[in-house]
Nanobody, 119 residues
Framework: VQIVESGGGLVQAGGSLRLSCAASGNIFSIYGMGWYRQAPGKQRELVAA???????NYADFVKGRFTISRDNARNTVYLQMTSLKPEDTAVYYC??????????????WGQGTMVTVSS
């Protein structure tokens, strides 16, 4: 199973970015997909996640600013980020909980995409 993120970059405070993540490979189904982030010197933390059935949860620090959405047919998840702040600067990682023909769900991670918000 491969997880590939895209869409990171440099943006000014108050700006917007849209991250994309596509899962491919030996996938039977995906239970959930989500976004985490890790800033320098800090632990990886949940940003937003969407589970099967459409339930979502967001970290308090992004509520009202970020929106997660999934395209189940394409095994893809997006993170629309608005009103970005310098403290949102981090490497953003995509996670997918995947069922393969061997069972599951098992977590898979992408390599991460850097988001830098300048003040």
């Amino acid at each position: 199973v491969q997880i590939v993120e895209s869409g990171g970059g440099l943006v000014q405070a108050g700006g917007s970015l849209r991250l994309s993540c596509a899962a491919s490979g030996n996938i039977f189904s995906i239970y959930g997909m989500g976004w985490y982030r890790q800033a320098p010197g800090k632990q990886r933390e949940l940003v937003a996640a969407e589970r099967s059935g459409g339930s979502t949860n967001y970290a308090d620090f992004v509520k009202g600013r970020f929106t997660i959405s999934r395209d189940n047919a394409r095994n893809t998840v997006y993170l629309q980020m608005t009103s970005l702040k310098p403290e949102d600067t981090a490497v953003y990682y995509c996670n997918a909980d995947v069922y393969t023909l061997l069972g599951g769900p098992s977590p898979y991670w992408g390599q991460g995409t850097m988001v830098t918000v300048s003040s």
